[in-house]
Structures are given as C-alpha cells and as structure tokens.
C-alpha cells in the first residue's frame, strides 16, 4: 500500500507564492498534483513521469513547478504568482502513466492540503 501525506498549503494574497510537498512511501510510472474546488471536478495540476517528463495544466504553465526529490521520497510544487482562482484542496497522486501519451491515471492520493488565495 503506498501512503501519501502533503503539507504546505495555507493561505497567502495575491501575487504570492506557496510550495506544497507530499512524502510518498512508494511510487509507480507518474506522481502529480490535483486541485479541486468543492462541487466541480478534480483536476489535473502537474505531473511528473519516471523518466522525468513534465506536464502542466494550461492554467498554472510558468507560474508552477513540479520537482522530485527521490533521496527524501518528496513530491514538490513550488507555486509563485498565485491568483485567487487557485483557491482548492490540493492533492498529491501516484499511479500509472506512460510519458509519451501524457497519460497518468492515479491509484494512491493523499488526504490534501487546502490552498487559498485571497485578491
């Protein structure tokens, strides 16, 4: 079974910057971050394949960074010039995916860490 736990969200103004990281016990061919705004559908954040490959949704492209950290099992968002629609439960996943077709599906989450970001 593979446990995930992030930390790092809060709260923070316009403009401002937050880094959130989640601790994996064990990964598989993708890790990535989620969002999820109460009523509407998770989505896709940032991913990060096995062979290194990134993916960003359009709406974070430039404004967020996801790394890895394999000696320390970390999963890192660096988010700079947050924008209140930021605002959401932030989660970190791991699970399958193939690199080439941009394709990650997700088996394991963490309980997320919530994000707000106030104008």
């Known amino acids: 079974q593979v446990q995930l736990q992030e930390s790092g969200g809060g709260s923070v103004q316009a403009g401002g910057s937050l880094r959130l990281s989640c601790v994996v016990s064990?990964?598989?061919?993708?890790m990535g971050w989620f969002r999820q705004v109460s009523g509407k559908e998770r989505e896709k954040v940032a991913i990060?394949?096995?062979?290194?490959?990134?993916y960003y949704a359009d709406s974070v492209k430039g404004r967020f960074t996801i790394s890895q950290d394999n000696a320390k099992n970390t999963l890192n968002l660096q988010m700079n010039a947050l924008k209140p629609e930021d605002t959401a439960m932030y989660y970190c996943a791991t699970g399958s995916g193939v690199s080439a077709y941009n394709l990650c599906v997700p088996q394991y989450w963490g309980q997320g860490t919530q994000v707000t970001v106030s104008s």
């Open positions: 064990g990964r598989y061919g993708c």
């Open positions: 990060i394949y096995n062979d290194g490959t990134t």
